[in-house]
């Protein structure tokens, strides 16, 4: 728990300022894109018929629903999660190699496990805390704006954030062990993120599902979401794979590593 | 006999490429202070990093306290201090909160000994880390190996960057750990401090073991070093004896210095047949010994 504790006060405040920073996004940018609902119908025809909702996971029929609109915010802030996450998770590894504290920390008495421990605890806790941040501000918004909204499907899609929040932290936790003199954590975060982004958006394009599996974001679809009320099994049997998959990697290679230095 | 404190066997540790440390073996004994030097890249900090469990080696055996050093890695830990050759602690910590985070890490309560190690030390603790200069971090990683009372002390290059006054203090605090049963094991590649510290030595040179030795032997081992200056010309083939080592001639060939460790009659027979003009036979110091086993 010492290292849980220690790390958690190194990366509270930036937790805290993720957490605030997506929370007041949502509050303040749903009701200006819900205005776009009541025009739905005037949206240019182009950019309503050209595909773009669907690009996002969203139908037209889904935007017109108190749901949608707030679905495809969602579905943007899951992109800022996605940072959040991976670079959480990312440079809470590598940061002791180039700050080069890993040989004062990885030569106490702790060990490796409890370090990884520690460290996984943390980035798990701070993708909860951003995650309760932003559902309690969706459950605000939503409550103010657009009350008597389906309080599940509002749960599923807000939860989507969190799961890939999460999906993307322990993806990051995998790759900081891997590469720790990473001196670029967030800009490779960004760019994971959005090379994943862009392969869901792909895969809903040409309507190819199996690309889907590539990515995260095609896990959660607001669309199907709000179809069959529920995430689709298929994808979530890979997903709980997947980071299965990713904290055993890092726990293995963390145990068997060298502890890379400084250069 | 007490089973040794460190034990290397063949430990051997390499990088693809890059050359990394050798077949390396020797042991270090219950209260020993011992020294391992060698140049620069000669292998020392890859050998204790090994001891430390940051590297794995790549062949042979490294064990601390009976334990090996890559599995039991933070077993061992619990009764080693080590200070690294380079600064590695948190620049955003104050030397105080960073003190007791490693106190915590330990399991002990440090706050008397933390207090009284910087007093004599003369560490600010109130001060953050990314402040300090060089002597004053290397005087936080002194505070913090010293911290939880090791039975082992491991120390890469311990003196660099500090002040000869703090040096001193430095010394005594090494003197008084190893008086209370402390085995020290400590890198330098400054001569005078293992000289004056160890009871053994460990030469290191190209990530190769050159030899253990006390230093009662490394001195006593019957190296002299013999300048002379010669009336007139020396003949060169003079001194091509067996225990004739590092000569050194002068433009005119009248003066030449070398290390001698043969039987005393065997140089003196050579000598015999120079006229002399002057003579100096001293014992080298370690640094001349060292640069002989580095020869």
């Not at chain 1, 994943?196 to 669309?223: D, H, N, W």
Request: hydrophobic share 45%; glycine share 10%; aromatic share 12%.
């Amino acid at each position: 728990m010492q290292i849980f504790r220690f790390e958690w006060k190194r990366s509270q405040k930036y937790i805290l300022i993720w957490a605030v920073a997506l929370a007041l996004c949502i509050f303040s940018m749903t009701p200006v894109y819900y205005g776009m609902v009541e025009t739905a119908g005037t949206l240019p025809t182009g950019f309503a018929q050209g595909g773009f909702f669907e690009t996002v996971g969203i139908s037209l029929e889904l935007l017109t629903k108190p749901m949608g609109m707030y679905s495809f915010l969602t579905g943007f802030f899951m992109i800022a999660g996605g940072i959040f996450g991976m670079h959480l998770g990312l440079s809470l590894h590598t940061k002791e190699c180039t700050e080069n504290t890993a040989e004062y920390l990885y030569t106490k008495p702790c060990g490796r496990q409890a370090i990884y421990k520690g460290k996984l605890l943390c980035t798990l806790a701070g993708v909860c805390v951003t995650g309760i941040f932003y559902v309690m501000a969706s459950f605000f918004t939503m409550t103010l704006f657009r009350p008597g909204f389906p309080t599940g499907e509002f749960f599923l899609v807000a939860g989507s954030l969190v799961l890939l929040t999460l999906f993307f932290a322990l993806m990051g936790t995998m790759v900081g062990v891997f590469r720790p003199n990473n001196r670029s954590p967030l800009l490779t975060s960004g760019l994971v993120v959005f090379v994943e982004y862009c392969i869901t958006s792909f895969s809903r394009t040409v309507g190819i599902r199996a690309i889907g599996f590539l990515s995260p974001f095609s896990f959660f679809s607001p669309a199907e979401i709000h179809h069959s009320g529920s995430y689709s099994w298929d994808y979530m049997i890979w997903y709980l794979f997947l980071m299965f998959v990713f904290a055993l990697l890092a726990y293995w290679k963390i145990l068997k590593r060298d502890i890379a230095m400084a250069v | 006999m007490s089973e040794p404190v460190i034990a290397l066997n063949k430990l051997t540790k390499s990088y693809g490429k890059h050359r990394g440390i050798e077949e390396i073996s020797f042991t270090v004994e219950r209260g020993e202070i011992f020294g391992f030097i060698g140049p620069n890249g000669a292998g020392k900090s890859t050998t204790i990093r090994t001891l430390m469990g940051l590297l794995k080696p790549t062949g042979g055996t490294a064990s601390v306290f009976g334990l090996d050093c890559g599995r039991q890695a933070s077993e061992i830990a619990k009764d080693v201090g080590y200070l690294p050759s380079e600064n590695c602690y948190y620049n955003s910590m104050k030397v105080k909160e960073m003190l007791l985070y490693t106190a915590e890490l330990y399991g002990v309560a440090g706050h008397n000994r933390m207090e009284a190690l910087a007093e004599r030390l003369n560490l600010d603790l109130s001060r953050r880390i990314g402040d300090l200069s060089l002597g004053n971090k290397k005087k936080v990683g002194i505070v913090s190996a010293l911290l939880p009372s090791p039975k082992l002390l491991i120390m890469d290059e311990p003196t660099s960057g500090l002040d000869p006054l703090i040096q001193q203090t430095f010394y005594d605090l090494l003197k008084e750990e190893n008086e209370r049963g402390t085995t020290i094991f400590l890198s330098s590649h400054v001569l005078s401090e293992v000289q004056r510290l160890c009871d053994r030595v460990a030469i290191l040179r190209e990530g190769k073991l050159v030899g253990v030795q006390s230093m009662k032997e490394l001195r006593g081992n019957g190296y002299k070093k013999i300048s002379l200056t010669a009336k007139n010309a020396i003949p060169e083939d003079l001194f091509s004896i067996p225990g004739t080592a590092n000569l050194e001639w002068d433009k005119s060939k009248t003066s030449v210095s070398f290390m001698f460790s043969g039987t005393v009659m065997t140089i003196m027979n050579q000598l015999h047949r120079l006229e002399l003009e002057d003579i100096l036979i001293e014992e080298p110091s370690l640094e001349e010994i060292f640069l002989h086993y580095y020869e």
